[in-house]
T-cell receptor, first 115, second 112 residues
C-alpha cells in the first residue's frame, strides 16, 4: 500500500520566491491535513480538508499561505512570497474518516529552507 | 488553549533497559495517540487509546489512557537500537478533527 506521498522532499529557495508543496493522500481517505514542524513550536496544524473541502484554516499563519485540494488525490500548499521564517518541515497527513479521533497517516515531509 | 506537557525531553539509555515517558495536561482529552518519528520521515502511529483507563500493548510497547483523562504514558520494554527516534503523544479533545494537539516529543537514544 502506498502511503501519503509528498513532493519535493527538499526545497531550497530564496526569500520572495513562490513555493508549492504537493501531497497525494492515501487512496480512499476522506480527510487531508497540512502540518508544519519546527524545533521551537513542534507540530502545528495549518489547515485540513474533508472530502476536498477546507474545513479549518485557522492555523494558516498569514495570507501568504494558501492550500487547495482540487480532487481526492491531490493537494497543494503554496507560500507566496516565501520568507526565511517559513523554513520548516511541512507534513501532509490523511485520515480514513471524519471522526475526530481517527488516526493520521503522515507523509515523509518536505524540508523547506528559505534563504 | 489546550497544551500537552511531554516528558522527558530526551533520554539516553542502554540497550535492554526499559523506557517510560508521559504526557500530561490540565485539560481533558477523549483520545490519546502515540507516534514515533525517525530522521527524515513522518510520524508513524504506534498506539491509539480511546477510553479512560485503557491499557494497550503493541509488541514491546505499552500505553495507558489515564483515568483522569488528563494524562497518558508509553512504556518500551527491553529497548533495542532501532527504538531510537522521537516519540510524540497527541491528544484529541473532542469535536472537529482539528482539535488534536501534539506534545513536543521525547527523543530516545539507545546505546548498544
Amino acid at each position: 500500500d502506498a502511503g501519503v506521498i509528498q513532493s519535493p522532499r527538499h526545497e531550497v529557495t530564496e526569500m520572495g520566491q513562490e513555493v508549492t508543496l504537493r501531497c497525494k493522500p492515501i487512496s480512499g481517505h476522506n480527510s487531508l491535513f497540512w502540518y508544519r514542524q519546527t524545533m521551537m513550536r513542534g507540530l502545528e496544524l495549518l489547515i485540513y480538508f474533508n472530502n476536498n473541502v477546507p474545513i479549518d484554516d485557522s492555523g494558516m499563519p498569514e495570507d501568504r499561505f494558501s492550500a487547495k485540494m482540487p480532487n481526492a488525490s491531490f493537494s497543494t500548499l503554496k507560500i507566496q512570497p516565501s520568507e526565511p521564517r517559513d523554513s520548516a518541515v511541512y507534513f501532509c497527513a490523511s485520515s480514513p474518516n471524519r471522526g475526530g479521533n481517527s488516526p493520521l497517516h503522515f507523509g515523509n515531509g518536505t524540508r523547506l529552507t528559505v534563504t | 488553549g489546550q497544551q500537552l506537557n511531554q516528558s522527558p525531553q530526551s533520554m539516553f539509555i542502554q540497550e535492554g533497559e526499559d523506557v517510560s515517558m508521559n504526557c500530561t495536561s490540565s485539560s481533558i482529552f477523549n483520545t490519546w495517540l502515540w507516534y514515533k518519528q525517525e530522521p527524515g520521515e513522518g510520524p508513524v502511529l504506534l498506539i491509539a487509546l480511546y477510553k479512560a483507563g485503557e491499557l494497550t500493548s503493541n509488541g514491546r510497547l505499552t500505553a495507558q489512557f489515564g483515568i483522569t483523562r488528563k494524562d497518558s504514558f508509553l512504556n518500551i520494554s527491553a529497548s533495542i537500537p532501532s527504538d531510537v527516534g522521537i516519540y510524540f503523544c497527541a491528544g484529541h479533545y473532542g469535536g472537529s478533527q482539528g482539535n488534536l494537539i501534539f506534545g513536543k516529543g521525547t527523543k530516545l537514544s539507545v546505546k548498544p
